[in-house]
């Protein structure tokens, strides 16, 4: 299993701001999940290879996702933090782009090791 890795976790204030990073590059599908305790797996973001994106009704408007090819980066900008944005966020690749619009976690077959991220209010 490919291991990634992510980076830029930590603990603010609500309302405040983090941006995560992740070093990957040549995949069909990328993104972003979170998963809080005793909660399942949430789909965050995803950034397709064609440059298109689709987020989360719950954090629409807050969050950014977004690729730098050169420096074979995903980013994930956050802004405007609430509590209920607590959670371990992995970064996650898939081969295919088609998980993008149709996958779950399940379909996405490289992860990182995760960030917390503890939004305190």
């Known amino acids: 299993q490919v291991q990634l890795a992510e980076s830029g976790g930590g603990s603010v204030q609500a309302g405040g701001s983090l941006r995560l990073s992740c070093a990957v590059a040549?995949?069909?599908?990328m993104g972003w999940f979170r998963q809080a305790p005793g909660k399942e797996r949430e789909r965050v973001a995803t950034?397709?290879?064609?440059?298109?994106?689709i987020y989360a009704d719950s954090v629409k408007g807050r969050f950014t996702i977004s690729q730098d090819n050169a420096k074979k980066t995903l980013y994930l900008q956050m802004n405007s933090l609430k509590p209920e944005d607590t959670a371990m966020y992995y970064c996650?690749?898939?081969?295919?782009?088609?998980?993008?619009?149709?996958?779950?976690?399940?379909?996405?077959?490289?992860w990182g090791q995760g960030t917390q991220v503890t939004v305190s209010s």
């Open positions: 950034f397709r290879k064609d440059g298109s994106t």
């Open positions: 040549g995949y069909g599908c």
């Open positions: 996650a690749a898939s081969t295919h782009a088609s998980p993008c619009l149709y996958g779950t976690s399940r379909n996405f077959a490289y």
